[in-house]
């Protein structure tokens, strides 16, 4: 994988600043050594946020998929999922080298994070001022990765796609056959991290640069950089299917990637730039405390209104950059850069589609931060008005976002709450009395059905779920799949229960689209209170409350 050895901005255009210091070689040395210094500070920076969790639901989906990797399971034949398999196996790896922890898994997503922000530079600087660039890479931490701390797929595949980019960008650059063959692979790899980011990214690269072909004279893809693109591309992908069909699992595997485009799309659409408040939220934010208070917590959450709207300037820009290479005979490479990267861009809104919610598009951050780089300090602006405006626009950008920032690294730094688990020690702001009872009544191996979604539960006490599924989603997951965890738990009478009975509450909040009916009826949960019985009410750092449970004929511990 590309590293941040290898980025650099050898190429960074002439108008960013005076040629003739851009030629010294103290300038040369400091453009070669920015993005490794953007890299272990914001490396240095993500490590605060290592040990501070506040459990969410969806972190331990890919983490306990990992654990049944490492248990000799297979993906798709022996367990449920519908994300294609590279984080899977990425953690697999990670955890047999460096030790199957909490900490190993949260280090990662920092030198992710701290890669992407490099990324977020170099691709910045190629039309920004220094200044301007650093400044998106620092948000790219701060107001990013930063943002939602957690170890999901998608900061992997942002990261690939990222690569994916810059690869792209350099082969523009260079034409050089290794940059195709890093394009293909790059592209091949985020779909086997995320098939959605992965279409979006082929669908970006091939529609920029069909665009760029049919609207200027050169001449991009010669055979040999063809057959670089199209060898990058395969490797990965017949590595993946060969493997599958050693295990048998090669049919089971493509019905899993498809699965979503039948069941995921319903209960989690949502309207464009979705903020996933709660009623409780919208009054605390808008309507609690004294008028200072309350505009300072506006300013905060202001960020994420305003993201959303970075896409849709790259949009408008790709448009804007077509019009202009139609009226001029020759390309710069400026116009080139902007075509392809805005397309790009353009392929990875449209993977967000079903889900346009902030969250989808904080994942995506250290991409739609160059466009921010761009509003605030493009070097080939001619608009008055623009340029007028930038001082302003980028003070209060600083402001807005600089809060939100610290907001971020107060609650790190405030969690105090110390709990040692079977993975590792990790700090909450509030008191979790599940992972406690949990680890003193359930053993290390032995079976826990955490029900409906909360599979860091296991990760963190070393349990495992009795069924296929270590989350589940009504009015998402099918009935199929409902009937699947009674049976497990039908033929694992001794395996207790964490339940979450008022987890239907958040549906509202986080998927709207889900049907009335499948919250109404929901098996699995009408089968748990018919036959279980409750021993001790738990609750969350969060305020979430569990009922740790076990069948009626059985003794509570």
Not at 85 to 107: E, H, I, K, Q, T
Not at 126 to 155: E, K, Q, W, Y
Not at 162 to 173: I, K
Request: net charge positive; glycine share 8%.
């Amino acid at each position: 994988m590309t590293t941040t050895a290898h980025i650099t901005t050898e190429s960074s255009r002439q108008n960013t600043a005076d040629p003739a210091q851009l030629n010294t070689p103290a300038a040369n040395l400091l453009e070669r050594a920015t993005p490794a210094l953007i890299f272990v500070v914001c490396l240095a920076y993500l490590c605060i946020f290592l040990r501070h969790s506040t459990l969410e639901p969806d972190e331990g989906i890919i983490i306990q998929g990992a654990e049944r990797v490492l248990h000799g399971e297979v993906p798709y034949r022996d367990f449920f999922s519908f994300y294609t398999p590279g984080s899977f196996y990425l953690f697999s790896f990670l955890f047999s080298v460096f030790g199957d922890s909490f900490m190993v898994a949260r280090a990662s997503l920092a030198v992710a994070g701290a890669i992407c922000s490099a990324v977020t530079y170099v691709l910045a600087r190629r039309v920004c001022s220094f200044g301007i660039s650093v400044f998106a890479a620092v948000l790219a931490t701060i107001a990013g990765v930063a943002f939602r701390f957690l170890v999901l797929h998608n900061p992997y595949s942002t990261l690939l796609a990222s690569l994916g980019l810059y690869a792209a960008v350099r082969f523009l650059e260079t034409r050089k056959s290794g940059w195709a063959f890093a394009i293909g692979s790059l592209a091949s790899l985020t779909f086997l991290f995320e098939q959605s980011k992965g279409a979006g990214l082929g669908v970006g690269l091939v529609l920029g640069f069909v665009l760029l072909q049919a609207l200027g004279p050169t001449r991009f893809w010669r055979k040999h950089a063809l057959m670089a693109l199209g060898f990058g591309f395969a490797w990965p992908v017949v590595l993946t299917f060969g493997f599958f069909f050693a295990h048998h699992a090669v049919h089971v595997m493509v019905q899993s990637w498809l699965w979503p485009l039948q069941h995921y799309t319903q209960a989690n659409r949502v309207p464009y730039g979705f903020q996933n408040w709660s009623d409780h939220s919208r009054e605390m934010i808008f309507h609690t405390g004294p008028m200072w208070i309350r505009a300072v917590k506006i300013l905060v959450v202001t960020p994420g209104l305003l993201l959303p709207a970075l896409p849709l300037i790259a949009a408008g820009m790709l448009i804007y950059w077509c019009i202009r290479l139609r009226n001029r005979p020759v390309a710069s490479s400026d116009s080139q850069y902007y075509l392809l990267t805005c397309s790009v861009l353009v392929g990875l809104l449209a993977s967000v589609a079903v889900r346009p919610d902030v969250l989808h598009f904080m994942y995506l951050a250290p991409l739609w931060y160059v466009v921010l780089a761009w509003v605030l300090g493009s070097n080939g602006t001619r608009n008055r008005t623009l340029l007028a405006c930038r001082p302003l626009l980028t003070g209060f950008v600083i402001v807005i976002f600089g809060l939100l920032g610290m907001a971020l690294l107060l609650a790190a730094t405030g969690a105090h709450n110390r709990i040692d688990t079977s993975r590792g020690t990790i700090l909450t702001g509030e008191a979790d009395t599940v992972l406690g009872y949990l680890q003193a009544h359930v053993p290390p191996g032995g079976p826990l059905l955490v029900y409906p979604y909360l599979p860091l539960y296991n990760y963190l006490t070393a349990t495992r779920s009795p069924s296929r599924f270590d989350y589940f989603q009504p009015g998402m997951n099918t009935p199929d799949q409902a009937q699947n965890i009674l049976t497990s738990l039908r033929s694992n009478s001794e395996a207790p229960v964490l339940f979450e009975p008022w987890f239907p509450e958040k549906f509202a909040n986080s998927w709207p689209g889900t049907p009335l009916a499948a919250i109404a009826n929901d098996p699995v949960a009408n089968y748990i209170v018919q036959n279980y019985r409750i021993c001790k009410m738990l609750a969350s750092p969060e305020g979430w409350r569990f009922h740790y449970m076990v069948r009626r004929d059985r003794e509570c511990p």
